[in-house]
């Protein structure tokens, strides 16, 4: 190897790794294991409200995918890619899988163990090789049994040490390796200490880092460290994966949220030395300041040295049956902590018959039964339920007590007050007042570390107190309103912001806060800056009174976020946390990575042509409706509008709802187009990029490939990356996963005719496929695990088929970016649809389950195949109801519900025959009438022991041509016995198994 680097534009036109191969089961998983660490992941301490973080991993896999070039040696080109990654054998010890000293020990045979261990001379009477326990040579230390002291070799050369760990975790499955490891970025930089001669060697450059290699690589093929760029950045985590490789970095977001997450990532996990110091100055100024004041308001503390941890307040209605004044509280249960001190806490309602209303009284230390009792407050099912004399219960619908009512215009609407902007507190007369009904308190313990806490009930002071608090907001709010203290901002109604007006009648943002609130909010808000602002509104996520209060958590009772999930919902109790609360949220722990290479963040719209001249676009444009950024981060926006902090004023301090792309409609189709075609505009020739999609809808494949077209883009590949988990984002079970759209500008004006594309499309999936699986084979000869499965071997076929079709300009004489760039009408398919459709089409009649021959299955009706190819699938152990829909929709099977007995994220399966039993028989769907239905009938018919002879003949009438579908018949119950075969849970699918067995041989042997 010579010493000279490579030269610039060396790899100009070489096609970049993620365009021929990409380990996404490997990367399905290290997605996974990211997206579980919670808030443990580096940049989610900057702001926990951000849902849909992409993972740094998958962002660093798709920058390096980007940049490596491909050889034609594709295993060592992944083997690269997974050094790169941390993802070989090797680095995973390193991160942490690997095996004890004693399980290698009784595990990997025939080690000398003086070799490899040292050993203490008191256990020297050990075996001499391995494999032995180490329980079976405890000795007797003082009377307690101890097991033999045997530690590694400290002179163990360390390519020796890893052989044995290999050894010792080779039957582990990836996952498992997983599950043991730490994060890559946990372990930092010295995971790729070893791995520069390899990777030298392999791709001819001379880094000794990776922010080295990426610079060599991004010359030699721009000319220039590489220029990634994220018009939707959202929280940052593409453009800080990317700029942490080294790469120079443009991100912008419509959103200004958005854009002080990805500044935070930049300038607060990835600060340098001094602007950390900067940090952590204004972040404890502001916490002392807050704690100074509210100190010297004396509204936290009992004057017995004991402070408020927490207040619970509830809202309180005028009961219509009774006249008698009710708490409204789902559960009485106030504290019940999972470990510690077992003091569980409840509130218990006293009737004041004299003044119709309760008492509420805190009881602590009660037993199982009273907590039992106790989970049933007030409102139960929609209904207010109370009992004055304790004997008669009194239920009355809170619909009612709201007034809900539909008005002339059939606008459902009711009749709660709508507050005005100096309103914080309800009015007299409002039908939901606002009650304090219990206060957490805390002390440092007396003689040792740590705090004591205890749950009290409101006393005469307490409310004095209260009383204080509203009396100091009500006398400034106007002030800080006008200084930007505090929100004066209307809530603009919308998918989610409306239920604010109508479940309580609030109006401005403020409305969402107490006095107490307010009043830590205008302090902190006084004396924000940049480097304080995104832990400003953190607390503003922890402590509103749309946070709830949990029982549960917090060992006994703590206040919630917000956004636990991307929704607005109001409560009828909830906490609020005494100013002690500010001290964890302004000191987290952060990562720290400094960031070396340039970047620019812009708060900007991306579908104008604004941007700069970026190499490579990674994207992940908003996901149809699942997330509202656009009306949830008003919640924030409001707060700092009127004086956002010096680094931040420029940006539009507005949502911009109606400049957001969002729904799926053609409005969306048209935003996406917009951006696309900037981002082709301002794409280096020889640029590249990767569209992340999460996608929920049916359409995804038409709209994509028609925003891919309609932009002067073509796909060159597709991959697909399971990357939540099923409570991360509220649509659950419909968002797992993401789509890797790998797109390069469209060159040229290549022309073709539809009848020639057929054999194209065909012969080019195949070859896709074809090399998929031959790559996948030689990794599973290496390592016993494979690198795709056949959802993934799927995804390559559409791409193949999007590639295809993607690089012509000319389709039988139309141009195609204007036919795809043309407004689309609901429900009437156009001659882009209609082309895609046909590849799709083409792509999975080329994905034929091993065991049938290509003719017999031609002859099978979508939702035969459909079936047939999912009992494939979960024979493979697939369970995610997102494969499930994926190829419910590449066969074109509408109502595939129908077929599945399970439909859950992350357990779908198809239904058995004894589910079926006759349903779905007589209706007039395709497969009410096929040949496959007909044999799940018999099979059912079997499993109740009727006679195999009537079993046959019912399935003689039942099958349509029964005469010539018989070889079908029989091929599909041999292979629904092989796919049913020892698959778990055996009481189910045994007995499937059999039954298709016991078929087919009646069918072999009976004379038709
Ligand atoms: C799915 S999120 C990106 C999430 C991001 N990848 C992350 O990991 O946090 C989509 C982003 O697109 C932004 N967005 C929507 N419409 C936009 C537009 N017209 N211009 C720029 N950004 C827009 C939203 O504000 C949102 O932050």
């Not at 033999?148 to 052989?163: H, M, T």
């Not at 959802?791 to 079709?805: E, F, N, S, T």
């Amino acid at each position: 190897m010579s010493n000279n680097k490579l030269e610039p534009y060396s790899w100009k036109d070489r096609p970049a790794l993620i365009e021929h191969l990409f380990p996404v089961q490997k990367l399905s998983v290290e997605s996974y294991k990211e997206q579980m660490a919670g808030q443990g992941k580096t940049l989610t301490a900057l702001g926990s409200f951000w849902k849909g973080r992409k993972p740094l991993i998958l962002n660093k896999a798709c920058v390096l995918g980007c940049l490596l070039p491909t050889s034609n040696n594709p295993l060592k080109d992944l083997e690269v890619f997974e050094l790169l990654m941390g993802m070989d054998e090797e680095s995973l010890i390193r991160r942490g899988a690997n095996a004890s000293v004693e399980t290698i020990l009784e595990t990997v045979p025939g080690l000398e163990v003086s070799k490899y261990f040292g050993i203490k001379t008191e256990d020297s009477t050990l075996p001499s090789h391995t494999p032995f326990s180490l329980k079976d040579h405890s000795r007797v230390v003082n009377g307690k049994s101890k097991l033999p002291i045997v530690k590694w070799k400290e002179d163990l050369p360390r390519g020796e040490y890893f052989r044995i760990q290999k050894l010792a975790t080779k039957e582990a499955s990836y996952t498992e390796k997983i599950r043991m490891a730490d994060r890559p970025e946990e372990v930092g930089e010295v995971l790729f200490d070893g791995i520069w001669d390899k990777v030298n060697s392999h791709l001819g450059t001379h880094a000794s880092s990776i922010p080295e290699l990426v610079e060599e690589m991004g010359i030699a093929r721009f000319g220039h460290r590489p220029k990634v760029a994220d018009v939707f950045c959202g929280s940052g985590q593409i453009p800080f994966e990317a700029a942490r490789l080294g790469c120079d970095v443009y991100a912008s977001d419509l959103n200004p949220i958005a854009c002080m997450l990805t500044w935070g990532a930049f300038h607060i996990v990835g600060a340098g030395e001094e602007e950390r110091k900067k940090i952590e100055e204004s972040q404890k100024a502001l916490v002392e300041k807050v704690q100074r004041e509210i100190d010297a308001l004396d509204i936290e503390s009992d004057g017995n040295g004991w402070k408020a941890k927490a207040f619970l307040y509830c809202v309180e209605v005028v009961c219509p049956e009774t006249g008698w004044k009710v708490p409204l509280i789902p559960s009485f249960v106030i504290s019940e902590p999972r470990t510690g001190i077992k003091n569980n806490v409840i509130a218990e309602l006293i009737p004041n018959v004299l003044e119709k209303k309760y008492v509420i009284k805190i009881k602590q230390f009660v037993n199982e039964e009273e907590l039992e009792k106790a989970r049933n407050g007030t409102i139960d099912n929609g209904d207010l339920v109370h009992s004055p004399d304790g004997i008669t219960e009194i239920r009355v619908r809170i619909t009612s007590i709201r007034g809900d009512h539909t008005d002339l215009q059939g606008e459902n609407q009711n009749k709660l007050r709508l507050w005005e902007k100096e309103d914080f507190v309800p009015r007299p007369e409002d039908i939901f007042q606002e009650r304090l009904y219990c206060i957490q308190w805390m002390r440092k313990k007396e003689n040792s570390k740590g705090d004591e806490y205890e749950f009290r009930t409101v006393t005469k002071e307490d409310l004095e107190r209260e009383d204080k608090v509203i009396s100091h907001v009500g006398q400034h709010l106007q002030e800080w309103q006008e200084k930007g203290f505090i929100p004066d901002m209307k809530i603009e109604p919308g998918d989610e912001t409306t239920r604010l007006y109508t479940e309580r009648g609030w109006t401005h943002w403020h409305h969402l806060f107490n006095a107490r609130q307010l009043l830590i909010n205008s302090i902190s808000k006084s004396i924000i800056n940049s480097y304080n602002a995104l832990p400003f509104l953190q607390s503003l996520n922890w402590n509103s009174k749309i946070s709830h209060w949990s029982p549960l958590d917090g060992g006994g009772g703590s206040v919630k976020q917000v956004f636990y999930n991307q929704a607005f919902n109001t409560f009828y109790n909830y906490g609020t946390r005494g100013s002690i609360y500010l001290v964890g949220l302004y000191y987290p722990s952060y990562f720290n990575f400094v960031i070396k290479s340039n970047y620019t963040i812009k708060n900007l719209n991306c579908t104008t042509d604004n941007l700069i001249s970026n190499d490579i676009y990674i994207t992940d444009p908003p996901y149809g409706d699942a997330v509202k950024y656009e009306e949830i981060t008003e919640f924030f926006i409001a707060w700092l509008r009127k004086n956002p902090p010096e680094e931040f004023k420029d940006w539009t301090w507005d949502s911009r709802r109606s400049l957001a792309i969002k729904g799926s409609g053609e409005e969306f189709r048209q935003g996406m187009i917009a951006s696309y075609t900037a981002m082709k505009n301002h794409m280096t020739n020889n640029g590249i990029q990767v569209l992340m999609f999460t996608h929920k809808s049916g359409s995804i494949w038409g709209d994509l490939a028609n925003i891919v077209w309609a932009s002067g883009l073509q796909v060159t590949s597709a991959w697909y990356v399971v990357t939540e988990s099923d409570s991360a984002l509220r649509q659950g079970s419909n968002v797992t996963g993401t789509i890797l759209l790998v797109l390069r500008k469209r060159t040229g004006r290549l022309e073709t005719f539809r009848d020639d594309l057929g054999w194209e499309i065909q012969s080019a999936v195949k070859k896709q496929v074809e090399s998929l699986v031959g790559l996948d084979k030689e990794v599973r000869q290496q390592t016993s695990e494979g690198l795709y499965k056949d959802a993934d071997i799927q995804m390559a076929g559409y791409a193949a088929a999007l590639k295809v079709l993607t690089t012509y300009s000319v389709i039988d004489g139309k141009d195609m970016e204007l036919e795809s760039r043309a407004p689309k009408r609901e429900g009437v398919k156009t001659f882009v649809d209609n082309l895609i459709d046909f590849a799709v089409q083409t792509a999975v009649q080329y994905l034929i389950p091993k065991t049938f021959e290509e003719a017999d299955w031609r002859k099978f009706s979508a939702e035969e195949k459909y079936y047939l190819k999912m009992l494939e699938m979960e024979a493979q152990g697939e369970k995610l109801l997102d494969t499930f829909s994926n190829f419910a929709k590449a066969f074109r099977v509408s109502h595939f519900e129908d077929l599945l007995g399970h439909s859950k994220a992350n357990s779908a399966r198809l239904k058995t025959s004894a589910e079926f039993k006759g349903n779905l028989m007589t209706n007039n769907t395709e497969f009410g009438k096929s040949p496959l239905r007909a044999l799940l009938y018999a099979l059912w018919e079997i499993q109740k022991e009727i006679d195999i002879e009537h079993v046959l003949s019912h399935l003689m009438d039942n099958c349509p041509n029964f005469l010539e579908a018989v070889p079908r018949l029989k091929s599909m119950a041999k292979f629904i016995a092989m796919m049913r075969e020892g698959l778990k849970p055996e009481k189910l699918y045994a007995i499937e198994a059999s039954s298709a067995r016991i078929l087919r041989e009646a069918l072999e042997n009976q004379r038709i």
